[in-house]
């Protein structure tokens, strides 16, 4: 079992930047972030593998995201420049085994933490 605990969410000004982290429990493997708005399906933003050598985006945040890891510190974080309105959203860390985009991929679930934009 892993425990995922986000933090680093809050309230931003349009164009404004946040830095997301999330600590695990143990050593783990791909760690994925998704995001999900009221009233919209959760989508996935980035993930990043165990070494850290390969990182996959989402086209709406490339160039304005930055994934990485400190394995030493259990710690994938999500750096967020030029924040947008439209990436208002309860942002989840998830781990898992496979890699890829996909919920399906990660077995192991943060709560969340809530990130807004205002224009």
């Known amino acids: 079992q892993v425990q995922l605990v986000e933090s680093g969410g809050g309230l931003v000004q349009d164009g404004g930047s946040l830095r997301l982290s999330c600590v695990f429990s143990?050593?783990?493997?791909?760690v994925g972030w998704f995001r999900q708005a009221p009233g919209k399906a959760r989508e996935f933003v980035a993930a990043i593998s165990w070494g850290g050598r390969n990182t996959l985006y989402v086209d709406s945040v490339k160039g304005r995201f930055t994934i990485s890891r400190d394995n030493a510190k259990n710690t994938v974080y999500l750096q967020m420049n030029s924040l947008k309105p439209d990436d208002t959203a309860v942002y989840c860390c998830?781990?898992?085994?496979?890699?890829?985009?996909?919920?399906?991929?990660?077995?192991?679930w943060g709560q969340g933490t809530q990130v807004t934009v205002s224009s």
């Open positions: 998830a781990a898992g085994s496979d890699w890829g985009s996909r919920s399906s991929a990660y077995n192991y």
């Open positions: 143990r050593r783990t493997y791909n």
